[in-house]
């Protein structure tokens, strides 16, 4: 059974970097990883995913500003967010997915994590 755990989020300010994480247990095939947001009101939305080897996707709110990472022997990946801003505000998800399916797209998933709240305010 895969499960996600992601952790580091918080308050910051604007402008300010924040690295949120999420450590992967019990899959037995090599996932892309992707992290998704989803903002009080708002339909939720592909930030970035990254395949077995390391190879990036970035979505629009990513552009730029972020960068998206994994270390496969610590089982984890990471999400380092620069010079944020208030519209980053979101619970941010990490999820797994065995390589079939458009990266973008939420159905391609099929395990989730719980969530972690990153909001952006001054």
């Known amino acids: 059974q895969v499960q996600l755990v992601e952790s580091g989020g918080g308050m910051v300010q604007p402008g300010a970097s924040l690295r949120v994480s999420c450590v992967g247990s019990?899959?037995?095939?090599?996932?892309?990883f992707g992290w998704f947001r989803q903002a009080p009101g708002k339909e939720r939305e592909f930030v970035a995913a990254?395949?077995?080897?390391?190879?990036?996707w970035y979505g629009g709110p990513a552009a730029g500003r972020f960068t998206i990472a994994r270390d496969n022997a610590k089982n984890t990946v990471y999400l380092q967010m620069n010079r944020l801003k208030p519209e980053d505000t979101g619970v941010y998800y990490c999820?797994?997915?065995?390589?079939?399916?458009?990266?973008?797209?939420?159905?391609?998933?099929?395990?989730w994590g719980q969530g972690t709240q990153v909001t952006v305010s001054s």
């Open positions: 999820a797994a997915h065995s390589g079939s399916g458009r990266v973008e797209s939420i159905g391609s998933y099929d395990t």
């Open positions: 019990g899959y037995t095939y090599k996932p892309y």
């Open positions: 990254v395949s077995w080897t390391n190879d990036p």
